[in-house]
T-cell receptor, first 113, second 114 residues
Framework: AQSVTQLGSHVSVSEGALVLLRCNYS??????LFWYVQYPNQGLQLLLK??????LVKGINGFEAEFKKSETSFHLTKPSAHMSDAAEYFC???????????FGQGTRLTINP | SAVISQKPSRDICQRGTSLTIQCQVD?????MFWYRQQPGQSLTLIAT?????????ESGFVIDKFPISRPNLTFSTLTVSNMSPEDSSIYLC???????????FGDGTRLSIL
């Protein structure tokens, strides 16, 4: 069975600083991996997806993630944080395309002015 | 991506009652799912809504408590039955155009049980 571990339930960075949100996965087959963002009182918005093409995936809002099979990781980064990036971020894995997503516990990102 | 509308957006209900949540999509989609997000927690898949047949439930979720309908490729409902305070959660609908496309989510229904 797949699983996802997000290291750090809360991450705080200064505006303009690098954002790094960590995600490690477990899957018995080549995984599909996703990052979603949830703003207050909203649903989830897809940031980016990895589906066995390029290992470096670029998403919306300047975010990107790198798939590292040897480390079973899919960390999310953004070079320069904006105040508008403050939200909850979820990493998710599936071994069947869009079906049966398993989510990590989420990381709350706070941006300090 | 598809536009997903969930109704109601929020509700406050009495224990022992039932509430039906609607999910409407502006285009035909193959896959529709229902998730629960308990306060301060991550998302847990309740079931996959299958068009024209019974939903496929995940471990820990049963049809008597969470009956689901999907009469066509653009609409589904989730009913939360005989509610108790433990059912207070955000319930989210998600869709995927095909089984190789990522899921997209509605804004959710915020449910509080008194």
């Amino acid at each position: 069975a797949q699983s996802v571990t997000q290291l750090g339930s809360h991450v705080s960075v200064s505006e303009g600083a690098l954002v790094l949100l960590r995600c490690n996965y477990s899957s018995s087959v080549p995984p599909y991996l996703f990052w979603y963002v949830q703003y207050p009182n909203q649903g989830l918005q897809l940031l980016l997806k990895y589906t066995s093409a390029a290992t470096l995936v670029k998403g919306i809002n300047g975010f990107e993630a790198e798939f590292k099979k040897s480390e079973t990781s899919f960390h999310l980064t953004k070079p320069s944080a904006h105040m508008s990036d403050a939200a909850e971020y979820f990493c998710a894995v599936s071994d069947m395309g869009a079906q049966k997503l398993v989510f990590g516990q989420g990381t709350r990102l706070t941006i300090n002015p | 991506s598809a536009v997903i509308s969930q109704k109601p957006s929020r509700d406050i209900c009495q224990r022992g009652t039932s509430l039906t949540i609607q999910c409407q999509v502006d285009s035909q989609v193959t896959m529709m799912f229902w998730y629960r997000q308990q306060p301060g927690q991550s998302l847990t898949l309740i079931a996959t809504a299958n068009q024209g047949s019974e939903a496929t439930y995940e471990s820990g979720f049963v049809i008597d408590k969470f009956p689901i309908s999907r009469p066509n490729l653009t609409f589904s409902t989730l009913t939360v039955s005989n509610m108790s305070p433990e059912d207070s959660s955000i319930y989210l609908c998600s869709v995927a155009g095909t089984d190789n496309q990522p899921q997209h989510f509605g804004d959710g229904t915020r449910l509080s049980i008194l």
